[in-house]
């Protein structure tokens, strides 16, 4: 029997021996050094992005969100959830002990019989230990301490999102208020113009048709202002919850909408700052668990050993230890599936397959970065154009509306060529005010993009 049990055991052994790692499945996917748009310097990511802007208000937000926001706390408890994951996952490197004791009395009754009472105590210390010699406990920590990494990125996804929520919310809520207040210019303007119809009426220069076409559009002013209202309190109502905040009584100082800071997009932005992409981390990560998977898997296949030992005390009295009988064990225990089906290899060939499919994942995040940076540059150069050209219509439609209203109280002009001047003057103020904004939400788009931002080094 000796012999019989020997010859498992090198056997065991010996296919211990032609174990292999498979080799980590790696992406090769290789990314261009330069984004279009780049040309020379090199650039590197900045932590506090919106500070850029110079909004003191905007950098208060941010930090009540980061404090209050609900899915930012969530995102901190998967963080808690993950970290002590990862410690039990490291406690496998540890021995286990246990610790039992008792103490029993019995008596024993038979019937025509003697009657018999035995007493014991006893107490009995244990502790246990795996051998990881296939590296199995190593790849289970390995798989933890990714998915504890992914948890991270999640959190600093969801952390970079809220940033330029937050910004673009306050943003919005500054366009709309600012286009609130151009209206009220444009109702006054209106108003103004009315009393100038209304004198040429009464003293018969212009017909009543002149002063209904104006009196409709002083309406159509009221009617804008109105709707604005409305859209400035639901601006603030939505900037109230995302920094966890009811919008019941919130408020929040208003900074210059016309004096924020237009950041420049500085040449030479290298795709390496992808890197710094919460979801091309995660999806890292990822790939990293899934390598750790399947070596764990894969040594399943093996034989597992582990060291147990024991020792105690028994004695035959009632809660004592009196002249005590000592109890030692030691043993080194084996395990090993000799048929399964092909069943071990099999879900070690699915584990490989998913870490095929982590690695397409991976790839996946850094081309769709791609896009989406090489995008988020195209438009805001786009939109810095925008700006400046209505910039020129704004001032050329000022200087039409000025030159017609001079025109018209001289009767020089007609009312139509008035208020179409008066019209476009409006729509160009109204629409400088949302080519700006459209300017600022491109420029958050982009520092979320890149991961964070960007700053010269």
């Known amino acids: 029997m000796r012999y019989v049990l020997l010859s498992v055991v090198f056997a065991v052994f010996l296919g211990g021996c032609s174990f292999i790692h498979p080799d980590a499945l790696k992406s090769d996917f290789e990314a261009p050094p330069k984004f279009s748009l780049a040309t020379s310097n090199?650039?590197?990511?900045?932590?506090?992005?919106?500070?850029?802007?110079?909004?003191?208000?905007?950098?208060?937000?941010?930090?009540?969100?980061?404090?209050?926001?609900?899915?930012?706390?969530?995102?901190?408890?998967?963080?808690?959830q993950a970290r002590l994951q990862l410690g039990i996952s490291e406690d496998a490197y540890l021995p286990q002990a246990s610790v039992s004791a008792g103490t029993s009395e019995s008596r024993n009754e038979p019937y025509n019989g003697i009657?018999?009472?035995?007493?014991?105590?006893?107490?009995?210390?244990?502790?246990?230990?795996?051998?990881?010699?296939?590296?199995?406990?190593?790849?289970?920590?390995?798989?933890?301490?990714?998915?504890?990494?992914?948890?991270?990125?999640?959190?600093?996804?969801?952390?970079?999102?809220?940033?330029?929520?937050?910004?673009?919310?306050?943003?919005?809520?500054?366009?709309?208020?600012?286009?609130?207040?151009?209206?009220?210019?444009?109702?006054n303007i209106s108003s103004q113009l009315m009393q100038i119809v209304d004198a040429?009426?009464?003293?018969g220069s212009v017909?009543?048709?002149?002063?209904?076409?104006?009196?409709?559009?002083?309406?159509?002013?009221?009617?804008?202002?109105?709707?604005?209202?409305?859209?400035?309190?639901?601006?603030?109502?939505?900037?109230?919850?995302?920094?966890?905040?009811?919008?019941?009584?919130?408020?929040?100082?208003?900074?210059?909408?016309?004096?924020?800071?237009?950041?420049?997009?500085e040449a030479g932005l290298p795709s390496e700052l992808l890197l710094n992409r919460p979801d091309i981390a995660r999806a890292r990560a990822n790939l990293d668990a899934s390598n750790a998977a399947v070596r764990s898997t894969n040594a399943d296949r093996f034989p597992s050993f582990s060291l147990s030992g024991s020792g105690g005390f028994s004695s035959d009295t009632l809660l004592s230890f009196k002249d005590p009988t000592s109890l030692l064990s030691l043993a080194l225990n084996a395990a090993f599936t000799l048929f399964d089906g092909g069943r071990l290899k099999d879900l070690t060939e699915i584990e490989i397959s998913k870490t095929k499919a982590a690695v397409q994942s991976y790839n996946k995040a850094i081309l769709t970065a791609l896009q989406e940076s090489d995008d988020a540059l195209l438009n805001v150069a786009h939109q810095d154009s925008q700006e400046t050209l209505q910039e020129q219509i704004a001032q050329e439609s000022l200087r039409s509306l000025?030159?017609?209203?001079?025109?018209?109280?001289?009767?020089?002009?007609?009312?139509?060529?008035?208020?179409?001047?008066?019209?476009?003057?409006?729509?160009?103020?109204?629409?400088?005010?949302?080519?700006?904004?459209?300017?600022?939400?491109?420029?958050?788009t982009l520092y979320k993009v890149l991961g964070g931002g960007w700053s010269a080094k």
């Open 200 to 203: 040429k009426y009464k003293s």
């Open 42 to 80: 090199s650039s590197n990511i900045s932590s506090v992005w919106w500070k850029n802007f110079n909004s003191p208000t905007l950098n208060q937000l941010i930090q009540k969100a980061l404090s209050h926001n609900p899915d930012v706390l969530i995102a901190y408890e998967n963080i808690v």
């Open 402 to 444: 000025d030159i017609a209203s001079i025109q018209y109280r001289h009767g020089s002009t007609d009312l139509t060529t008035l208020l179409d001047a008066q019209n476009k003057y409006f729509s160009s103020r109204d629409s400088l005010a949302t080519q700006r904004l459209n300017h600022l939400n491109a420029l958050v």
């Open 115 to 187: 009657a018999r009472t035995s007493k014991s105590t006893s107490g009995t210390l244990r502790i246990s230990y795996e051998i990881d010699l296939w590296g199995k406990i190593a790849a289970n920590n390995d798989q933890a301490q990714a998915r504890f990494d992914a948890t991270k990125y999640d959190a600093d996804a969801v952390i970079l999102s809220l940033y330029a929520s937050v910004a673009q919310s306050y943003f919005s809520f500054l366009s709309t208020n600012e286009r609130l207040k151009i209206a009220q210019d444009n109702l």
């Open 207 to 265: 017909s009543l048709l002149d002063v209904s076409r104006q009196k409709s559009s002083l309406l159509s002013q009221q009617a804008s202002v109105d709707s604005l209202k409305l859209q400035v309190a639901q601006a603030k109502n939505a900037l109230a919850v995302l920094t966890g905040s009811a919008p019941q009584g919130f408020e929040a100082i208003l900074d210059s909408f016309w004096d924020l800071n237009i950041p420049k997009v």
